[in-house]
């Protein structure tokens, strides 16, 4: 039995003798590879702070003191150290054990994080809860230096090293966040990695001057000048000046040094960063190689680090083919993201254009608000985040940018169900937000052949604009119209929709018409502006309408096309949504099933509405399925 495999609680991990804690590591990261090459995951962040959670999980109880991850990506070893080594056989799969924070699925996971940069503010949050309350217990927060390009890390730290709060703050300092960092903190790490030699320097100087006669005096006399030449690699650092007590850096992957640190740390009883050195991908040579591939995985070969999927093409790569194509018939045209180059597909972009690509790290709201800028002064950006991180940037896109009808692109990708990620992950809001704002136009491309042109339509746009495509491949659906089309025609029923939930209505219809059911689907194009003349005629016709969309209910596309032509005539409404409520993590296919948004869903809510006893009714009805 590996010693893993003893450790069902943290008692056990405590009471572990130091000298097998490396080999602990080992065997965390072994099983991190293995497990991780056949159900996914964050693989390379994992590797990188093993030894940091098993020192963390020796002076921490994290059922009560509180361990606060940023982001929550990184949590895989301490859910194994946690009792649930045996829940990663069906990983991140439906009903199974999450890859983020989950407070519901263990006392403990302290806080849900699956954004960046949000660990300080939480971690200070709970400190303050337990000064008001009397209670005692040790809180931490885990960052990885790149949720330091992000403004709320610093929000954090400014008040955290005021508070006084006895916390900790470790800094996984890995020089990545998902790509290589930017940016001048990036540099600024860099420059503290300096700090061991200063001191190693340091203890030579003593040795040699102290037993000198006049040692004292000559120590005296050179103090000023050795000042100077510390402030010269070492300005008293930025973490210091914030309030905090700063240890480091330090190996990260040195446990015993590591579990030395976080008791000092601990012991200080003030705020304290502890700045930790580590490498992502540690243990795995492919990682160590390539830790941006590695960072997300799908199923992979263990011996040689090869993807068993096979590579298609998706649509980050449909939009990232064609905005180079168009930077290269338009000089204005520049872009933006958030720490995603890759992930949004702008690496070839980047490398055909780099004076005209812009990586701001993980700082949405900047990220717009500098697209604002370069709109103002007549470039044309397109700015690339996924739907649930462009969530932070709703301030900008009201304030920034649509107040000023300036034509900066939102190429919003990952748009409705993610799959594995979860709740923290799917972009089932943008519907909602995104129409909300006045000037905006928001177009929801099927196929690749719309998305590409979409995309030059949004560029030939004088004003905001929006352009929202799912995380994967094109469906059954290839075809491209940018109006309003009756994709198929019928007398019994409407079905409308936006987006690639057209194929799997489509496939309702087909199961609909082996029924007898002659169903007449619309597919719109845009849901900002919302045309509705072609659904009003149709349901003139059919007298019923079934509106399928991947988004929350409340203020959503399917919502306002009902309040439109309710206006105008009576007529049965049924709304298939994704329900009022986070969807949780699972394969795209079982989150479709459990919200009947799959085709036999569909046609069934479609079914119910079509031949049900009662006459036309006013208010919406949603059919449970």
């Known amino acids: ?106 006392i403990h996971d302290a806080f849900a994080t699956g954004h960046a940069s949000t660990a300080v503010s939480a971690a200070l949050g709970m400190a303050r809860a337990r000064t008001l309350m009397g209670e005692d217990y040790r809180v931490a927060a885990l960052l990885g230096d790149g949720a330091l390009t992000g403004g709320l890390a610093y929000e954090g730290l400014g008040d955290a090293g005021l508070s006084g709060e006895p916390m900790v703050v470790i800094l996984n300092d890995n020089g990545m966040s998902i790509t290589q960092n930017v940016g001048g903190i990036a540099r600024y790490l860099a420059r503290l990695r300096l ?16 037993p000198l006669p006049g040692g004292k005096r000559f120590d005296r006399f050179v103090r000023r000048i050795k000042t100077a030449v510390k402030d010269a690699y070492l300005p008293s650092t930025f973490f210091e000046s914030m309030g905090f007590a700063y240890l480091g850096p ?21 705020p304290v960063l502890l700045h ?23 199923p992979f070969e263990v011996a040689s680090g090869r993807s068993l999927g096979q590579k298609e093409t998706t649509f980050s790569d449909c939009f990232g083919q ?37 990586d701001v790290g993980i700082a949405e709201s900047h ?24 969530q932070r940037a709703y301030d900008q896109i009201v304030h920034d940018v649509a107040l000023q009808e300036l034509p900066v692109v939102l190429a919003v990708d990952r748009a409705g169900m993610v799959g594995e990620d979860g709740e923290t992950h799917h972009g089932l809001f943008d519907p909602v937000f995104l129409c909300h704002v006045p000037h905006m ?36 659906y290839t075809a491209c119209h940018l109006e309003p089309t009756a994709l198929r025609e019928g007398k019994a ?14 496939a309702a219809a087909e199961l609909l018409a082996r029924e007898g059911i002659d169903a007449e689907v619309i597919k719109l194009p845009s849901v900002r502006p919302l045309e509705d003349a072609l659904v009003a005629a149709s349901v003139a016709k059919t007298g019923r309408l079934l509106f399928v969309e991947e988004c929350v209910p409340e203020g959503s596309p399917g919502q306002r096309l009902y309040a439109a032509l309710a206006q105008k005539r009576r007529f049965s409404f049924c709304h298939l949504h994704v329900g009022d409520r986070f969807l949780p993590h699972g394969s795209v296919r079982d989150l479709k099933t459990m919200c009947g948004l799959h085709p036999e869903g569909i046609a069934a809510a479609a079914r119910k509405l079509a031949r049900g006893a009662g006459g036309l009714v006013e208010m919406p009805m949603r059919i449970s399925v």
Not at 289 to 298: A, E, I, L, R, Y
Not at 495 to 504: E, F, P
Request: glycine fraction near 8%; charged fraction near 20%; aromatic fraction near 8%.
């Open 276 to 298: 930790l050195v580590t490498q992502k991908g540690r243990g795995y040579a492919p990682a160590e190689q390539n830790p941006s591939d590695f960072h997300g995985v799908s």
């Open 322 to 358: 064609t905005l180079t194509e168009l930077a290269d018939k338009d000089a204005r045209v520049a872009a933006i993201t958030a720490a995603m180059r890759s992930g949004v597909g702008l690496s070839g972009f980047s490398q055909a254009y780099p004076e005209r690509f812009f």
């Open 441 to 476: 136009t928001v177009w929801c491309p099927a196929s690749f052949a719309e998305l590409r042109a979409m995309l030059a339509a949004c560029l030939r746009t004088n004003g905001p604009s929006a352009l929202r495509y799912p995380r994967g491949k094109e469906g059954a």
């Open 1 to 106: 039995m590996g010693i893993l495999d003893q450790l069902d609680t943290r008692g056990k991990l405590s009471e572990l003798a130091p000298d097998v804690l490396p080999s602990l590591c080992e065997e965390i990261r072994s099983f991190l590879v293995s497990n991780l090459a056949h159900t996914g995951g964050h693989l390379a962040s994992n590797l990188g702070v093993v030894e940091i959670t098993v020192a963390l999980h020796r002076v921490l109880d994290t059922a009560r003191d509180r361990l606060v991850f940023d982001v929550g990506h990184q949590c895989y070893t301490h859910k194994l150290l946690t009792g649930r080594k045996a829940l990663f056989d069906d990983f991140r799969s439906f009903g199974a054990l999450s890859g983020f924070p989950k407070p519901s699925e263990s």
């Open 195 to 210: 700090k061991p030699q200063y001191f190693r320097a340091k203890k030579v100087y003593h040795k040699i001057v102290d």
């Open 250 to 270: 330090a190996d990260g992957h040195d446990v015993h040094n590591v579990e030395r640190l976080l008791k000092i740390a601990l012991e200080l009883r003030r």
């Open 493 to 506: 029923i409407t079905l409308a929709t936006y987006g690639v939930t057209i194929n799997d209505t489509l």
């Open 367 to 390: 990220a717009v608000t500098m697209a604002a800028g370069l709109a103002k002064q007549g470039m044309r950006p397109v700015c690339a985040v996924y739907s649930t991180f462009l």
